[in-house]
């Protein structure tokens, strides 16, 4: 059974730095990309940023810039290294890979951005 289970999510200062890890296990596969997702208080969650496999990185317009998606040499363990925390960045943040076509989630890990 594909697992994710993301760490490194806390409170901090405004403009500090969070690197938050999310590590797959039962997995056969090399996921071809994972994702970074978070979710607002009362909102639907949104999508922040992906790496694939050939190592292509994507992200929202909202977090370019500050944002930094990658994977560890496995490639079973992805980071998000956010930078000049904002207020409105506190949420919390998922996890999330497809493997043979099946979309697997982690549990999230709240962020909290204090002002």
């Known amino acids: 059974q594909v697992q994710l289970a993301e760490s490194g999510g806390g409170l901090v200062q405004a403009g500090g730095s969070l690197r938050l890890s999310c590590a797959a296990s039962?997995?056969?596969?090399?996921?071809?990309?994972m994702d970074w997702y978070r979710q607002f208080s009362g909102k639907q969650r949104e999508w922040v940023a992906s790496?694939?496999?050939?190592?292509?990185?994507t992200y929202a317009d909202s977090v370019k810039g500050r944002f930094t998606i990658s994977r560890d040499n496995a490639k079973t363990t992805a980071y998000l290294q956010i930078d000049s925390l904002k207020p409105e960045d506190t949420a919390v943040y998922y996890c999330?890979?497809?493997?043979?076509?099946?979309?697997?989630w982690g549990q999230g890990t709240q962020v909290t951005v204090s002002s």
């Open positions: 039962g997995i056969r596969f090399i996921p071809y990309v």
């Open positions: 999330r890979t497809l493997v043979l076509g099946t979309e697997y």
């Open positions: 790496d694939t496999m050939g190592g292509q990185r």
